[in-house]
Each structure stands twice: as structure tokens, then as C-alpha cells.
């Protein structure tokens, strides 16, 4: 089982940059998928970028298109989300996430398929 540890969260001004990290550890397979996520208290865990690896391209959501981007590093066994133009809607907890079982699904932004998660780093976009 693997075991994911997120950092880089914080206060930033609207339309600055953030980069959050996802350190992974344990078990993890070029077949899987690895996702960010991000809720808010009373909505549900909205899914923002999946990627695999080797894809050519991300997915991502309309709400973060253009202004957000996903990576990772193999050899230190972490993945980035790196966020610019941040807005105050953009504030929430971000998540990281694994699906050991599958590469990017055509659902890839539904929370369930996800197995392993990290316990979430605060955003606050705010002037």
C-alpha cells in the first residue's frame, strides 16, 4: 500500500502561484493513475488533473484548464501540481491521489475509483 505525503499548501495573493508536492511511498506501478483533487467543507471532492505515465498529455478540469499543471518526478517518486492565476474559488484542501488499479479512466475525476490518498494540504487564495 502506498503511502502519500502532500506539502506546499498555503496563503497566496489572487493571482499568484503555488506548487503542491505529493511525496509517494510504497507500492506504486507505471499502470496506475495518479490525480489531484481539492474540497471544500459541504461539497463534494472535486477532481482537477489525472495523469499516467508516459501519457503525452494530462487531463484536467475546466475549472483549472490553462491555469493548472501536473508532473512527476520518477526517480524521486513524486508528482507536482503546479498551480498559477489563482483565484479565491481556487481555495480549498488539495488531495493527492492513486489508483493502483488502472491508468487514467474515461471517469477519471470520480473520487471512488481512487484507493490511496494523502491527508490534504490547505490553499487560501486571499488578499
Known amino acids: 500500500q502506498a503511502q502519500l505525503v502532500e506539502s506546499g499548501g498555503g496563503l497566496v495573493q489572487p493571482g499568484g502561484s503555488l506548487r503542491l508536492s505529493c511525496a509517494a511511498s510504497?507500492?506504486?506501478?507505471?499502470?496506475?493513475?495518479v490525480a489531484w483533487f481539492r474540497q471544500v467543507p459541504g461539497k463534494e471532492r472535486e477532481g482537477l488533473s489525472c495523469?499516467?505515465?508516459?501519457?503525452?498529455?494530462?487531463h484536467f478540469s475546466d475549472s483549472v484548464k490553462g491555469r493548472f499543471t501536473i508532473s512527476s518526478d520518477s526517480a524521486k517518486n513524486t508528482m507536482y501540481l503546479q498551480m498559477n492565476s489563482l483565484k479565491p474559488e481556487d481555495t480549498a484542501t488539495y488531495y493527492c491521489?492513486?489508483?493502483?488499479?488502472?491508468?487514467?479512466?474515461?471517469?477519471?475525476?470520480?473520487?471512488?475509483?481512487?484507493?490511496?490518498w494523502g491527508q490534504g494540504t490547505q490553499v487560501t487564495v486571499s488578499s
Open positions: 495523469i499516467s505515465a508516459g501519457d503525452i498529455s494530462a
Open positions: 510504497g507500492r506504486t506501478s507505471k499502470d496506475e493513475a
Open positions: 491521489a492513486i489508483d493502483p488499479y488502472a491508468r487514467c479512466r474515461t471517469e477519471w475525476s470520480l473520487a471512488w475509483w481512487y484507493q490511496w
